[in-house]
């Protein structure tokens, strides 16, 4: 059973500062997604990340994808409070089974 | 661009009541998903269906039942509800149903059971 975790669960940052959240999954996969989840709204998507090595970066955000080490990360570069939301990272298993399976999410709160 | 449409956007049903859920995909899209999240709980899939025919299934309980109809709109129908089923319920839609395709995913309906 593929299982996805992200750390860390809760984060509280500065403005300005740079942090970056991890995911974790336990089964190989070559296509991992980001999407970022305001209060009681949708899943907006944010990357997607589908090769060994892939990075993409919008604004202060960037992602990577490490398929061997089952590793994806999402940097924030100097945090402004708008990026204040709970941020998911969900792994699309092998061909043959399109389920997504979401990690825990971060909450990360900017703090002013 | 068009987006996935879903109603209603908010449902208040007393247990054991039934509700029903639309989801309406991406025109040209032909693989619906159905998720539910539980407050502060990550989105977990329920079912999906590509080309009209399920196509995988999670972890839905009996109780509830899909479908996908010939102009690729879905509906989910919960029966007997319980409070343990209020919920945001998240349909998704991707085209090719193959894995990769990217995943839009709907407003949500939030449904809260009483």
């Known amino acids: 059973e593929l299982k996805v975790e992200q750390n860390p669960l809760f984060l509280s940052m500065q403005e300005g500062k740079n942090y970056t959240i991890y995911c974790n999954y336990s089964?190989?996969?070559?296509?991992l997604y980001w999407y970022r989840q305001d209060p009681g709204k949708s899943l907006e998507s944010l990357f997607v990340?589908?090769?060994?090595?892939a990075v993409k970066q919008e604004g202060r955000l960037m992602a990577s994808l490490d398929t061997k080490a089952r590793l994806s990360t999402l940097h924030i570069t100097a945090a402004v409070h708008d990026l204040s939301a709970t941020y998911f990272c969900?792994?699309?298993?092998?061909?043959?089974?399109?389920?997504?399976?979401f990690g825990t999410g971060t909450r990360l709160t900017i703090i002013p | 661009a068009a987006g996935v449409i879903q109603s209603p956007r908010h449902l208040i049903k007393e247990k054991r009541e039934t509700a029903t859920l639309k989801c309406y995909p991406i025109?040209?899209?032909?693989?619906v998903y159905w998720y539910q999240q539980g407050p502060g709980q990550d989105p977990q899939f329920l079912i999906s269906?590509?080309?009209?025919?399920?196509?995988d299934k999670g972890s839905i309980p009996d109780r509830f039942s899909a479908q996908q109809f010939s102009d690729y709109h879905s509906e989910l129908n919960m029966s007997s509800l319980e409070l343990g089923d209020s919920a945001l319920y998240f349909c998704?839609?991707?085209?090719?149903?193959?894995?990769?395709?990217?995943?839009?995913f709907g407003p949500g309906t939030r449904l809260t059971v009483l």
């Open positions: 998704a839609s991707s085209l090719g149903g193959l894995a990769g395709d990217e995943q839009f």
């Open positions: 089964t190989t996969s070559d296509r």
């Open positions: 990340l589908l090769s060994n090595g």
């Open positions: 969900a792994v699309d298993p092998p061909a043959g089974n399109e389920k997504l399976t």
């Open positions: 025109p040209r899209h032909d693989t």
């Open positions: 269906f590509y080309e009209k025919m399920q196509s």
